[in-house]
């Protein structure tokens, strides 16, 4: 298994094209989900967004893998999962989640939240067996509800069903 750890400020300008690279998966599902899926998702973050994240943690060197957290609603969240195709289905995005969710634990964070869609396998359900449950529209903070605001502004709504998960850290 690759090294997880927090990324370099030299690998913050590696990111945007490996979430690009990441995003090509949902051209792979059949049927194709989300229509139109990846030209029509939000363009990748830049090195310079990445270098404002709160904490974002990379697979190997150079990285093949990275998760982003920020923080809403006082909790971690998950803002952004990417894993190479070349290197997709081999575990290494299961030891991000699971990274990220014991740095959040000893950073003094309750709980992690995220938003993603909910049918897409390696979305959705594979949060669930991470131990992401889903919330319902009305229990969601305000952060966490204005941050879903957004993603509907985006367009992302209207390629499939998004859900914000939340996990209990312990």
Not at 34 to 50: H, I, L, Q
Not at 89 to 97: F, M, S, T
Request: glycine share 8%; proline share 9%.
């Amino acid at each position: 298994m690759l090294e997880i750890r927090p990324a370099a400020l030299s690998e913050f300008s590696l990111l945007p094209a490996l979430e690009a690279d990441a995003d090509q998966a949902f051209a792979t599902l059949d049927p194709p989900f989300p229509p139109g899926a990846p030209a029509d998702f939000p363009p990748p973050g830049t090195a310079e967004s990445y270098a404002g994240a709160f904490h974002i943690m990379v697979a190997g060197r150079p990285p093949v893998g990275f998760a982003r957290l920020e923080i809403v609603d006082g909790q971690a969240h998950l803002a952004q999962l990417a894993v190479s195709p070349e290197h997709a289905r081999q575990g290494i995005g299961r030891a991000l989640v699971m990274a990220a969710k014991a740095w959040a634990l000893e950073a003094g964070f309750r709980a992690m939240t995220l938003c993603t869609f909910a049918e897409v396998p390696f979305n959705g359900p594979f949060y669930t067996s991470c131990g992401f449950a889903e919330l319902a529209d009305r229990a969601l903070a305000p952060e966490l509800r204005q941050l879903r605001r957004e993603e509907a502004a985006l367009g992302l709504d209207a390629m499939g069903r998004r859900v914000a998960m939340s996990a209990e850290l312990r």
